[in-house]
């Protein structure tokens, strides 16, 4: 079965400051990774995705993330904070031959002036 | 525009009245899915359809059912809704399975 963690629920970063999300997974077979950003009373939106390839993926808003298979990690990462990113933040796996999609639970990132 | 649709969009009702959750997309996406969001658990899948006519449990199934008769549509029908399945539900659409998804804007269900 495939999992995915993502360890701090909360992040609390000040503005100019790089940032980090953590995200860990297991799945069998090589992985689809996604990061998608929530906004208070709105859907889920796309940030980026590793499918195969380079493993520093860069997404929207400037944001990237680094796949590291030994460790099996996609940690999102941004060098300068900006409020606007204050959001809440998804990391997800999916199967590419049965259709599931895992999500973890969700981590809070708060960019403080 | 490119866009997933969901109505109603809110929705109160009592436990046991049979009530449907709407879900269309205009991408002429193949993969569409089912998921509930609740504090401190993510989004987990509840249902997904890799194409036309062809569904399948995700981790969450338990009450709930899917029917994909068309590509655009793939409503949830809730046939006897518990307190328990109060949550906000999304529905998501991609290309194939293994691409990215787009969401709806969500309908926040309560079940007294």
């Known amino acids: 079965a495939q999992s995915v963690a993502q360890p701090e629920d909360q992040v609390n970063v000040a503005e100019g400051n790089p940032l980090t999300v953590k995200c860990t997974y297991s799945v069998s077979g090589n992985p689809y990774l996604f990061w998608y950003v929530q906004y208070p009373n709105r859907g889920l939106q796309f940030l980026l995705k590793y499918i195969t390839g380079d493993n520093l993926v860069k997404g929207s808003y400037g944001f990237e993330a680094e796949f590291n298979k030994s460790q099996t990690s996609f940690h999102l990462k941004k060098p300068s904070a900006l409020v606007s990113d204050s959001a809440l933040y998804f990391c997800?796996?999916?199967?590419?031959?049965?259709?599931?999609?895992?999500f973890g639970d969700g981590t809070t990132l708060t960019v403080k002036p | 525009e490119a866009q997933v649709t969901q109505n109603p969009r809110y929705l109160i009702t009592v436990t046991g009245k049979k009530l449907t959750v709407t879900c269309s997309q205009n991408?002429?996406?193949?993969?569409m899915s089912w998921y509930r969001q609740d504090p401190g658990l993510g989004l987990r899948q509840i249902y997904y359809s890799m194409n036309v006519e062809v569904t399948d449990k995700g981790d969450v199934p338990e009450g709930y059912k899917v029917s994909r008769k068309e590509k655009r549509n793939f409503p949830l029908i809730l046939e006897s809704p518990s307190p328990n399945q109060t949550s906000l539900y999304f529905c998501?659409?991609?290309?194939?399975?293994?691409?990215?998804?787009?969401f709806g804007p969500g309908t926040r269900l309560t079940v007294l």
């Open positions: 991408m002429n996406h193949e993969y």
């Open positions: 998501a659409s991609s290309p194939m399975a293994s691409d990215t998804q787009y």
């Open positions: 997800a796996v999916r199967d590419t031959n049965a259709g599931k999609s895992t």
